[in-house]
């Protein structure tokens, strides 16, 4: 059942595994800058090999990094800590949220 949906028209991927997924979920990270996030991201493309390496502070690179960031605010904005989303076709949807 949907409860709440997010429009995602690109899948999303591990940033440490690299490998496409369906499920993520959604933490609490306060000691993790908006900085710190930003560059966990773009090493996780440039390792991936999604940014070729050398590619990093391209005007391109600059607006993947805020595609991509926009997109997990919009998430973030709609779902709560504890959240399982999965992403089904082109929505992001939460399965079930976690209880504390």
Do not use: N, Y
Not at 50 to 65: D, F, K, N
Request: aromatic fraction near 4%.
């Amino acid at each position: 059942m949907r409860q709440s949906g997010v429009r995602m028209p690109a899948g999303f991927a591990g940033l440490a595994s690299h490998r496409a997924t369906t499920t993520a979920l959604v933490t609490d990270l306060p000691e993790m800058t908006k900085r710190q996030h930003r560059g966990a991201l773009l090493d996780s493309l440039v390792a991936g090999g999604w940014i070729p390496a050398g590619e990093e502070g391209s005007e391109m690179t600059g607006a993947v990094l805020d595609e991509v960031l926009g997109l997990i605010d919009k998430i973030l904005a709609e779902f709560p800590v504890g959240s399982i989303l999965e992403r089904d076709a082109e929505f992001v949807t939460c399965r079930a949220v976690l209880v504390r």
